[in-house]
């Protein structure tokens, strides 16, 4: 049995900080993560872990932080391709570059391609975990997920469905919708580190029927995930009411057909009103904050007041909307959008959404996201003066907090010195 102990600075998280504050962090300056078996099998001060496992093979990364890996809760990796396209609003956005790029994936080729290109993008930029769409051809999911696997990763992904407001080349009906995510679910889920999810664009693009037929699978597989869009621009929100006139709101197009619930994941979620924002503290639901792409397409500012609700709050790059792959460069950005709602988020809050927060968001905090014994070791080691610009910062800081928040603000790949899937260095 072979055991790694890495040396390094650790923050572990005993609590949510949104609601403990930067309390529910423990910083040790020279602490140490044990690993064993793909998982971590001790944590604390690097003396105490040295003492107890003389025999095991040691790495000292000196004043680097040793973190859990990146979890990015809503991504389209289809869309790698066209990232930083000039932006439009949401609705041009799709129909000049999204609906184009996602009709090459009926080649199974292109999508390996594209696959294997976003994982090895992300990982450099020290992300282990993602939720992608795919596009409604079945190919693009299989290519994920076997570049998912063959990296080790955990990840989730699924076949985007669309009946109505698309090019015909990029619509199903709603038994295809149901009878491919079916058969893929079968396929995939729970296979190795692999989840499925059930995968409804918005309601703009789905019948009626095509949302009810996904909303009796997931009744079918309530382990599942389900991941959608809600209320990111208000153009958007005009779109949906004209569509669906009888619906309360828009969360209502959804709840309707059985598309509301604790394993669902709701994108964006900008412009809420009160009954949706009661609702999805009732069920228990998630959602996911994409700065980048909110400010790139023009969306709006996310409430960042509900993460100290019952609802649990992920961060996402939301590629290609979001302008890049780093969730360094996406905790920046929350940073900045919320100040511009004038709630200014610490640090601790902004590390957490993006490792444990995403987790949760994700429902798999209980295996990853925290430096936690049992958890899987996937981890990404900060070097906190990545730069000569970092440097120059952190060196005058005086706690943890100083120290990371001008790598939160300047980072990027540079900032990532290495990164660990289930305990394996991957090649960056």
Known sequence: MTEELLLGQTLEFTGDPFLEGPEAARHDTRGAVLIRDGKIAD???????????PHATVTDYGDKLISPGFVDAHVHYPQ???????????????NSYTFPEEMRFDDPDYARDVAGRYLDLTLANGTTTVASYCTIYPAS???????????????????????????????????????????????????????????????PTSTPEQLAALGALWAEHP????????????????????????????????????LLGKNGLYGHAIHLEPREIDRLNEVGAALV????????????????????????????TDTGGGSNFSMLRTMAAAYEVAQLRGQALHPAQLIWLATEGSAQALG??????????GHEADLVIID???????????????????????????????????????????SL
């Open 289 to 316: 904050h994409c700065p980048t792409s909110n400010t790139f397409i023009g969306s709006g500012l996310f409430d960042m007041g509900l993460a100290k609700s019952t609802v649990r709050v992920g961060l996402a």
């Open 141 to 203: 999911v299989d290519a994920f997920f076997e570049a998912a696997e063959t990296r080790g990763l955990r990840a989730l992904a699924g076949k985007t469905c669309m009946d109505r407001n698309a090019p015909d080349g990029l619509c199903d009906t709603p038994q295809s919708a149901y009878d491919d995510s079916k058969a893929l679910l079968q396929k995939w889920h729970g296979i190795g580190r692999l989840s499925y999810v059930i995968t409804p664009r918005f309601s």
């Open 80 to 94: 790698t391709g066209i990232i930083a396209s000039w932006g439009k609003r949401l609705i041009d956005w799709l």
């Open 223 to 258: 382990d599942c995930l389900m991941q959608t869009h809600l209320s990111e621009q208000t153009d958007e929100i005009a779109w949906v009411k004209s569509l669906f006139p009888t619906a309360r709101d828009y969360l209502d197009t959804y709840e309707a057909f059985g």
């Open 384 to 426: 906190l003066e990545s730069t000569p610009a970092i440097a120059q910062r952190s060196v005058r800081a005086d706690t943890i907090w100083e120290a990371l928040f001008p790598t939160i603000m300047m980072g990027d790949d540079r900032a990532i010195s290495e990164v660990r899937v289930a305990g394996r260095v991957v």
């Open 364 to 373: 798999l905090n209980d295996k990853l996201g925290k430096l936690a014994i």
């Open 43 to 53: 944590i604390g001060p690097a003396s105490r872990l040295r003492a107890d496992h």
